[in-house]
C-alpha cells in the first residue's frame, strides 16, 4: 500500500476516505493509513479473496459508460466472486490510476466524484467498505483500476465449483442476456449518459448476488456454484471441468432477460447463453434437495441437468425445444480476444 | 476473479500457475481455479492486506528494466509493507494486463516468462505463493501489474505508523540512496539488460525486509514502523503525523549506501533522504530498549529522535554534523508528480 499523498490529489484520496468511513464492518480493525489495512475476521471462518480489473477501452469507455456505473460496476465484480462462493463481504480495496489531466479539471474531478458514488453506494448497500489501495498517476491517459475483495465464510463451507455430482440439477438466478442487450444500447451512437436509477440495468448496474449465495451456504443446498461473468456457457464448462462432469441444459427453460428479449429470438438466446457479465448465480445442486423458486427475493429456475462424463458426448448438450440435441461450445468472454470496447 | 481462458493466452496462465505450484503456504486452502482463493491463516492470527500498482511508463520502463527486476520490484513492494508490520507472507495475487501482441512474440512471451521467474523467486524465498489474480489485455498497449499480498501476524501485534512516542529513537535498516543512484544508472543511455545476480542491486533486485520486521515484532522492540518506499523524509512524516510527534534527525548518523556515496554528497544525501524505494524499514524504539546492531543479519542504525510536538518546531529537523539544524520538508515520491519514467 503506498502512502498517500496530500499534495495535488486531496479531493481524490478524500473520496476513498469516505469510502472507508461510510460503510463500517467490524472485522476492519484498521482501515485506510498504514502501510497495511488490519481485518480481523471471525476465527472461524475462512477468508476468501478475489482481484478484478475495470480497465478503460477494456471493460469500459469513459465517455459512454456513466461513471457511477463503472464505480459500481468495478466493485460489482469482485462481490459477485464473493456471492458465487457462498461468502459475505469483509472489506473492498482499490487500486486506481488515473491521468494527472483529470485532477485539474472540473469534468475529470466530476468524473472521479461520481465514480466514487457508484462504488460507494454498492459498498454500502453490502458492508463492503473500502480499507486500502493504491492511487497512481495513469501513464496511458486512462483510467485503470483493479479492485479486491475479501470475504469470509463458515470454514470449510465454500461454495466451489468442483463439488457437483452427476445426477445433480442446475439453476440459475435471475434472468440471462440483460448485460449484453443493455451494453448493446449503450454503445449505440444515440446514447447519452443522464442520471440513472440503478435497477434494471443489468450492464450498468448488475446486482451481486450475495444474499443468494449466502442463502445457499446455509441452507446446504448447492454442490457447486459460480457466478456467470464470461457468459454462461464458459462459466458451465467452468463447472464441468472442475466437477468433472458434463451437462446438459433446456434452451425453453433459459430465463432470458426482457432486454434480451426485443432481439430476434436467436440474437436473445446468444445474448443468454455467451453474453455474460450478467452476474448472475449457477449453481448445482443434489436431485434430492428441494430447491425454493425464490431465494432472498430473486427467482432461481432449472435449466438443466449435470451427467457422467463421457467420449460420446460433448461437454455441453443443448436441447432446443424439439428435442434437438447439439454441442455448446464455451464462447463467452475471453481476455485476450479482441472483443473489447477498443475500436 | 476472472476464470482463465484456456485459449491464445495458454503459457501465460501456465506461468501464473507455476507460482501457485512453486512455493506453498500450508495456510493458502484453495489457490488459483475457482471464483476466489480460500486463506485459512492462524485463528490467533489477524489478517494484514495491501495493494501496489506496478505500471509501465510509472514504475519501470519495459525497455529499460530487465523483466525480472519488473516482476521481483513488483512482488517487494507488497512484501515490504507486510514487513513493516512484522506480518508474515500468507499468499500473492496479481492482476497482470498486457498487450496482446506480447502473447504472439517470442521477445513478448520471454518478456512475461522472466517476469514471473523474477516474481516467482522471491515468492519462493518468502513463502509468498501466488493465490489468484486476474488477467486482461492491456487496451494501452502497456504492461499493467497490480499486486496484492495478504499477511498474517499475532492478533493484536501488528506493527504500526502510530505507536511511537516522544522520546523514543528511530533506526534505520541497511542503508539508504541505494535505489536512486542505482535508478539514474538504469536511465543512463549505456544501461544495457543483461542477466544480473538479485544481490547489491537496491533499486533492481530491492530486498523486502520481512525477517526483521517479523524480528521486531516478536522481540517487542518496534512501538513504529513503515517501510521506506516513498523516501525516508516522506515516509518519517508519516510516522510522525500517525504518532504526533516531531523527529530530529543527525544527517552524519546517515547510513549512506554504497552506491550514493558515489555521487558528490550533497547529491548522495539528497538520494538517502527522498531518493525512495530503498525498501528499508524505519523504526522507532523506547530509548529502554536495547536494540541490537543487526537482526537477522542486517545492520541497524541510530538516526535520530522523536520529540514532543510543539508549535515552534518543524515537523523534521535535519541536524548537520556542525550541529546547524535546518527543516527537512518531504520530499519523496508523488503518485501524482511529474516524477514518473516518462519523458
Redesign the interface.
Known amino acids: ?5 496530500p ?3 486531496i479531493r ?1 484520496i478524500e473520496q476513498i476516505r469516505r469510502g472507508s468511513a461510510l460503510s463500517k464492518n467490524s472485522a476492519v ?2 482501515g485506510i ?9 471471525d ?2 471462518y ?8 475495470s ?5 469500459f469507455v469513459r465517455n459512454r459508460h456513466p461513471s457511477q456505473s463503472v464505480g459500481h460496476r468495478c466493485l460489482a465484480r469482485g462481490l459477485s ?2 456471492a ?2 457462498g ?1 459475505k463481504p469483509v ?1 473492498a ?3 486506481l ?1 488515473v491521468p ?1 489531466s483529470m ?1 485539474s479539471t472540473k469534468r475529470g474531478l466530476d468524473w472521479i466524484d461520481r465514480f466514487f458514488v457508484g462504488l460507494h453506494r454498492l459498498g454500502d448497500l453490502h458492508r463492503a467498505p473500502l ?12 483510467v ?1 483500476a ?1 479492485i ?4 469470509s465464510a463458515p ?1 470449510g463451507r ?1 461454495l ?3 463439488g457437483a455430482r452427476a445426477g445433480d440439477v442446475l439453476y440459475v438466478t435471475g434472468a440471462l442476456g440483460g448485460a449484453a442487450a443493455e451494453l448493446e444500447r449503450v454503445l449505440m451512437p444515440g446514447f447519452r449518459m443522464r442520471p440513472i436509477d440503478i435497477t434494471g440495468h443489468p450492464h450498468l448496474f448488475p446486482e451481486p448476488r450475495l444474499a443468494v449465495g449466502q442463502a445457499l451456504l446455509r441452507r446446504r443446498l448447492a454442490t457447486a456454484a ?2 456467470i ?2 457468459g454462461l456457457s ?2 458451465l464448462a ?1 463447472i464441468c471441468r ?1 466437477s468433472k462432469v458434463r451437462a446438459e441444459i433446456e434452451e425453453a427453460l433459459l430465463p432470458i432477460h426482457a432486454l434480451a428479449k426485443q432481439f430476434a429470438s436467436a440474437k436473445a438466446l446468444h445474448a443468454a447463453l455467451h453474453g455474460g457479465e450478467d452476474y448472475e448465480l449457477l449453481f448445482a445442486a443434489s436431485p434430492s434437495v428441494r430447491v425454493p423458486r425464490r431465494i432472498a427475493g430473486v427467482p432461481i429456475t432449472r435449466i438443466g441437468l449435470l451427467k457422467a462424463r463421457n467420449s460420446r458426448q460433448p461437454f455441453i448438450t443443448l436441447i432446443d425445444a424439439n428435442g434437438g440435441r447439439r454441442p455448446l461450445e464455451p464462447a463467452g ?6 472483443r ?3 475500436v
Open positions: 500500500m503506498r502512502k498517500m499523498q499534495l495535488g490529489e481524490f480493525e484498521l493509513g498504514d502501510d497495511c489495512a488490519i481485518l480481523r475476521p476465527p472461524n475462512e477468508i476468501l479473496v478475489t482481484t478484478d480489473f480497465l478503460e477501452g477494456r471493460h466472486d464473493l458465487a462462493m461468502a472489506a480495496f482499490l487500486s490510476a494527472s485532477l480499507a486500502g489501495g493504491d492511487t497512481a498517476e495513469s501513464p496511458s491517459g486512462r485503470l483493479d479486491v475483495l475479501v470475504g470454514r465454500s466451489r465449483r468442483s459460480i457466478d461473468s464470461d464458459t462459466d467452468h472442475a468472454w475471453e481476455h485476450f480476444s479482441s473489447s470496447f477498443m
